[in-house]
């Protein structure tokens, strides 16, 4: 059964259950969700849906429901297996006729003030047990810079906790109401960090509380503790890539999401000019983004265990796949790639990912470093054991010099503003040496740059 | 009798299998009183009403029968097996073994019941309930539309239900690719099958059933679109009498993240308080609760469940 109605968005899914194309609105709650595109679908519901219907290989439509952190979103979806000769199923077609997104709802406000009590009190570096009239009772801090405080506290038990801190714009230093020093910024003697205060009233709701706690957060770290003398404390191996690199892709994301959606001006009509800064933003985002991911690599291949795993690959397959990846980049800059032909072949012995890799910033950067309306020719050639690949441009070239300077680490050869961290060619040549083979370039000032990677030949 | 002490003589393997012959015949016995006790006793009961267990057993009978007949069209014979082909019983036997399949027919069995019921003492049309009606009366074309092929869906239910019927097409997708790998064991495996040329059917029958399946033209898929549609407005689909009882359980399994089957057997007679605290769940008020519970002469919302949110209620319908 075909329904008369258009879709209000289709998609497709391929066989890995990756999102390989969409259309809005689902593209943008995929951002939302921290997913890419292509990437992983990132909105769980569509994700069981979708692998659901590709094993049962039936056509299914349900309702979905998202949350993106602002709204939730249900929808309609629809999901119809594509099947192969064998009739397996290739990937999924996904309609969505149905589209409702609404705010999240407000939390309760009691609901609201005990989640937050319960974060206070799980964030408190300092907590302390105040009578009615705010006279401290008992005193915990387990950090070393409130440690002062906390022993003068103890032995003046019975004194209100306002002796003991500075209230930012505090001028009587009576007890004040609690309610107006609930959230009040203040300084601690022995702290450089800036504290925020948190009294939750114990009692009866409604009655005049007969106690507090006090809690003392910050938005600041504690300070590390002092380095012994001789050892320098190392940071754990593969900070980057382990542990910033994932928590910074999502937010990122958003920025460029966000800012996307801003340049399409999806959400009403907007001046030229704040597009255009949308722009801007979604670039540096995206620049922040590829960043992220050479620091993680760089670390990856700067590391002691660092090892590729080299299977048969042909130069010539890679070559083809990084052109048609790049291919919509150079047509922007009306740049014609030229791709080794269909029947050519050159087997190597490599590891796939990484090639494509090096080949993907080769032909990048011939592409953002060309003038508009030039060739980028992809060929290759045996040489003794080894497999070449040379990517050659039409573009300005480089001298001596800078022939010499390009695969240094955070070369940038003057350039700025235009999304190069200086980290891709020295990441390259790094992977290229790793793989047994190398990374050079072949240029002179004026005649476009070749750079040719070689590999073990197969 | 199966006894604790040890055996002062050899262990010997026939009186072995004997002793375990005794014991399985014990254990059916045991459970011989029990079982007819409840059936006795609960004779007003629903749930396990003779109309209900026929229903069960026919439909999936029929189940098997299209399977079967799947598998003989696939084979070049266009003639479905009789119901008392060894083949067909053989697999509605195993279809009987997939619990959610069971669940599913049993659950289907209740609703047709409770629909009549509904008509009989409250007059509720179980295929135009006033929502339809208004749907139907939509100006969107697409409502109206939508509205249209549930009508006819739920008038082809109400039908099929009394031929204990239940085409492959209206099981939820899980349970058909359940029922086809059924199939495929029946046909399959070890212990053979009444006809050998029929084995290597199994799998072309179960290709051409999958690729005439749609979700989405299923009366259940119907109903879950109309009131994915309906947005905020599904509170009318939340009103049985309003509703009608095929779009009610849908909106109430949707609402809850419940199975529609749970909702079916909440709608049974002493299930009263679970299905007050499935439609708090869903975030009706009080009056809204009351309209549904009179419906069923299920009683009054029990003060309790009023007491809670719809989270707290979401929460302890989940086990929590």
Not at chain 1, 75 to 91: F, H, M
Not at chain 1, 325 to 336: D, F, P, S, T
């Amino acid at each position: 059964m075909a329904p008369a109605t258009p879709a209000l968005a289709e998609a497709r899914s391929d066989r890995a259950d990756q999102l390989i194309a969409a259309a809005e609105p689902l593209v943008g709650l995929q951002l939302r969700c921290g997913g890419t595109l292509p990437g992983p679908i990132a909105i769980p519901e569509l994700a069981e849906l979708v692998g659901r219907a590709r094993v049962l290989r039936l056509k299914l439509g349900r309702p979905i429901t998202a949350q993106d952190g602002h709204e939730t979103v249900r929808a309609w979806v629809e999901v119809e297996p594509e099947l192969d000769a064998e009739g397996q199923a290739t990937g999924c077609r996904i309609l969505v006729r149905h589209w409702q997104a609404a705010a999240l709802p407000a939390e309760d406000s009691e609901a609201l003030i005990s989640r937050r009590a319960e974060i206070d009190r799980a964030l408190a570096e300092l907590t302390a047990r105040l009578d009615a009239r705010q006279a401290v009772l008992a005193v915990e801090a387990d950090v070393p810079d409130l440690a002062g405080v906390a022993a003068a506290m103890r032995a003046a038990l019975g004194r209100p906790w306002t002796d003991f801190v500075t209230i930012a714009g505090d001028i009587h230093h009576q007890p004040l109401h609690w309610r107006l020093l609930d959230g009040a910024e203040l300084t601690v003697a022995g702290s450089a960090r800036r504290w925020r205060a948190r009294l939750i009233p114990h009692g009866l709701a409604g009655a005049e509380p007969n106690g507090f706690e006090l809690c003392l957060t910050s938005d600041e770290p504690p300070p590390l503790p002092a380095p012994a003398t001789g050892a320098v404390p190392e940071l754990g191996e593969r900070l980057v890539g382990r542990d910033l690199a994932p928590v910074l892709r999502q937010p990122i994301a958003r920025i460029i999401a966000n800012a996307e959606t801003i340049r399409a001006k999806m959400a009403g009509p907007l001046a030229e000019e704040y597009a255009a800064y949308a722009r801007d933003i979604a670039t540096a985002g995206e620049h922040l983004l590829s960043l992220v991911d050479d620091l993680a690599d760089l670390e990856v291949i700067e590391s002691d265990d660092f090892a590729t795993a080299p299977d048969p690959v042909d130069l010539a397959d890679v070559a083809r796949r990084a052109a048609g990846i790049l291919g919509v980049r150079a047509r922007e800059k009306r740049i014609v790639i030229a791709a080794p032909a269909e029947a050519e072949t050159l087997p190597a012995v490599a590891e796939f990912r990484r090639v494509l890799q090096i080949l993907l910033n080769l032909v990048g950067n011939a592409i953002r470093y060309a003038p508009e309306e030039t060739r980028i020719t992809v060929s290759l050639e045996r040489k003794g054991d080894l497999a070449r690949i040379a990517v050659a441009d039409q573009g300005p070239g480089l001298d001596a010099e800078q022939a010499a300077r390009v695969f240094d680490k955070f070369e940038r050869l003057g350039r700025s503003g235009d999304g190069g961290s200086g980290l891709g060619l020295y990441i390259s040549r790094r992977l290229a040496r790793a793989m047994g083979g190398d990374l050079v370039v072949e240029s002179h000032a004026g005649e476009g740059a070749r750079f040719v990677l070689s590999v073990p030949a197969g | 009798m199966s006894t604790s002490h040890a055996d002062p003589n050899p262990p010997d393997s026939a009186e072995a299998t004997l002793r375990q012959a005794l014991a399985r015949g014990d254990a059916a016995q045991a459970g011989v009183a029990p079982v007819l006790r409840h059936l006795l006793v609960a004779e007003d009961h629903g749930l396990f009403a003779e109309e209900v267990v026929t229903r069960v057993r026919g439909t999936l009978a029929d189940l098997s029968g299209q399977l079967c007949h799947a598998v003989t069209v696939a084979h070049g014979l266009d003639a479905p097996l009789p119901p008392e082909d060894p083949a067909v019983a053989r697999l509605a036997r195993q279809l009987a073994e997939i619990p959610a399949l069971l669940a599913h027919v049993h659950a289907l069995a209740l609703e047709a019941q409770a629909a009549a019921q509904l008509r009989a003492r409250l007059g509720l049309d179980p295929v135009l309930s006033p929502l339809v009606q208004a749907l139907v009366a939509s100006p969107e074309a697409e409502t109206a539309d939508l509205a249209m092929r549930f009508l006819a869906a739920e008038a082809r239910f109400q039908r099929q239900v009394l031929a204990m019927r239940l085409p492959l097409g209206e099981l939820p997708p899980e349970l058909l690719h359940g029922a086809l790998l059924a199939l495929r064991e029946c046909l399959g495996g070890a212990g053979g099958t009444p006809h050998p040329d029929f084995a290597a059917c199994a799998e072309p029958a179960a290709e051409a059933i999958r690729a005439n399946y749609d979700e989405r033209a299923s009366r259940l898929g119907l109903a879950a679109r109309i009131v994915t549609g309906l947005g905020g407005g599904v509170v009318a689909a939340l009103q049985l009498p309003h509703a009608g009882l095929g779009l009610f359980a849908s909106a109430l399994a949707l609402a809850t993240a419940q199975h529609r089957e749970q909702v079916l057997l909440a709608i049974q007679p002493g299930q009263g308080p679970r299905l007050a605290l499935m439609l708090r769940a869903a975030g009706l008020r009080q009056a809204a609760i009351d309209e549904s519970l009179a419906a069923l002469d299920a009683g009054p919302t029990p003060a309790e469940v009023l007491r809670l949110d719809a989270a707290r209620a979401a929460q302890l319908l989940a086990g929590g």
